[in-house]
T-cell receptor
Framework: DQQVKQNSPSLSVQEGRISILNCDYT??????FLWYKKYPAEGPTFLIS?????DKNEDGRFTVFLNKSAKHLSLHIVPSQPGDSAVYFC??????????FGTGTRLQVFP | DAGVTQSPTHLIKTRGQQVTLRCSPK?????VSWYQQALGQGPQFIFQ???????QRGNFPDRFSGHQFPNYSSELNVNALLLGDSALYLC???????????FGSGTRLTVV
């Protein structure tokens, strides 16, 4: 039972444009959501998070939006840069419990 | 400031063998979690250790066991290895119940 889903395995975006990565979840008890970025041969690196009491959180070029009624969150990267090319994982937790990850979306930013 | 350190980085084992993976948490962190990432999948939670006790466990068989030492470092042991245990094993540390995890680069285990 996949509680966190990333339905797009890959995304290709031109440098300077917006990248939008999507994530859906099924468990309404999740109260904290995170995005991690992973380069090959490295562990996941924390990017940005959002609590369920908010609907938006911004950090520089990265913004996460949470739509609780739709059980959907998205990560916006503006402007996209070649160094953003990586695999992005969405993760969720409840009551500071373990992280449950999606399957990841591979983002490629081309010049 | 060293982050999470895992060893070894790669290893190859034969079916039926046993393996031990090691993790040193980030300085100041006291909680260690282990994840298994199969090819093309997201990390799957195995278990979490805090104060040398297993605090949470994911849906993994008893062949997977762990330990946390007084210095907060941790080991993951897998007995009777199966081909399906081939994966990247990630260790993540945090402080207490914080959801801000720092991940290591992982150990790539190949079972042949």
């Amino acid at each position: 039972d996949q509680q966190v889903k990333q339905n797009s395995p890959s995304l290709s975006v031109q440098e300077g444009r917006i990248s939008i990565l999507n994530c859906d979840y099924t468990n309404s008890m999740f109260d904290y959501f995170l995005w991690y970025k992973k380069y090959p041969a490295e562990g996941p690196t924390f990017l940005i998070s959002i609590s369920s009491i908010k609907d938006k959180n911004e950090d520089g070029r990265f913004t996460v939006f949470l739509n609780k009624s739709a059980k959907h969150l998205s990560l916006h990267i503006v402007p996209s840069q070649p160094g953003d090319s990586a695999v992005y994982f969405c993760a969720a937790s409840m009551n500071t419990d373990k992280l449950i990850f999606g399957t990841g979306t591979r983002l490629q930013v081309f010049p | 400031d060293a982050g999470v350190t895992q060893s070894p980085t790669h290893l190859i084992k034969t079916r039926g063998q046993q393996v031990t993976l090691r993790c040193s948490p980030k300085s100041g962190h006291d909680t260690v979690s282990w994840y298994q990432q199969a090819l093309g999948q997201g990390p799957q939670f195995i278990f979490q250790y805090y104060e040398e006790e297993e605090r949470q466990r994911g849906n993994f068989p008893d062949r997977f066991s762990g330990h946390q030492f007084p210095n907060y470092s941790s080991e993951l042991n897998v007995n009777a290895l199966l081909l399906g245990d081939s994966a990247l094993y990630l260790c993540a540390s945090t402080l207490g119940a914080s959801e801000s995890y720092t991940f290591g680069s992982g150990t790539r285990l190949t079972v042949v």
